[in-house]
Each structure stands twice: as C-alpha cells, then as structure tokens.
C-alpha cells in the first residue's frame, strides 16, 4: 500500500475517533508526523509510529483546558471557587488595626483588655493582684 494511501485510511479512522477535527487537518498532521519519520532507516513501524503521534496530539487537542472545569469557566481565566470567595465590592474590608482604631474598636466591641495579659486588671495593678498567694 503506498504511503498517502495509508495516510488517508488512517485519516479517515482518526476523524471517526475524534469528530472535532476536519479529516483534511488530522491528514496534515499525519503527513507533518510522517516527515519526522521519511528518513528513518527502518521504515517497518513508522506507520504504527505516526499514527500513536497523531493520535496523542489529536486527544491533547480534544481534552477540555482544565480538567474538572466546564470551558465557560476555563476560558474567563477563574474556577468557580474563585468566584465564589471573591469579596464583593466594599463587603469585606481589613482586620489589622489602624494606629489609633485599636482602642476605639476594642470599646465598642465589648470589655477591655488593658493590664496584665487580659486579666481585666488596671493597667497599674500588678499581674498577680486579686489573686490567691500560695
């Protein structure tokens, strides 16, 4: 069997096995794939050889992006946990501190905690005040 007859045959097949792609560009890619292959020394297996090329190509080209996500989703460049813990706009705002909103936060957010260690105990008072010797 010649070579471009061989190539069309297996063009025919790959397109059956994979129908996203016209015959004619999976026939290019076997005859690019074969060029590789023209001036091997042993010629017996380069069909087998072109045809695993051709198909390894054609099923990278067929998978979905990202595996697990839908193309409408891949191709916006965010997974849908992205989208979903993203802050809306103004929602979120920061927890550290700013210089002097510490004291004013802690006020209206319940009892304070000055003195030693969050004890409850004026700032002055020792740590171990109003508590048991022993």
Known sequence: ME????????????????PLFARQTIERLLWR?????????????????????????????????YPGISPSVASSGESSAAKSSAPKSGAAKSSA????AAESSAAESGPAR????????????PAHAGQPSG
């Open 114 to 125: 000055s003195g030693a260690a969050g004890t409850g105990a004026p700032a002055s008072a």
């Open 33 to 65: 794939t074969f060029e590789k292959y023209r001036e091997a020394k042993i010629q017996t297996f380069v069909p087998v050889l072109v045809r695993r090329a051709a198909e390894e190509q054609l099923r990278y080209a067929d998978a979905p992006p």
């Open 3 to 18: 070579v471009a007859d061989e190539l069309r045959l297996m063009a025919a097949e790959l397109a059956q096995k994979h």
């Open 97 to 100: 501190p700013k210089s002097g």
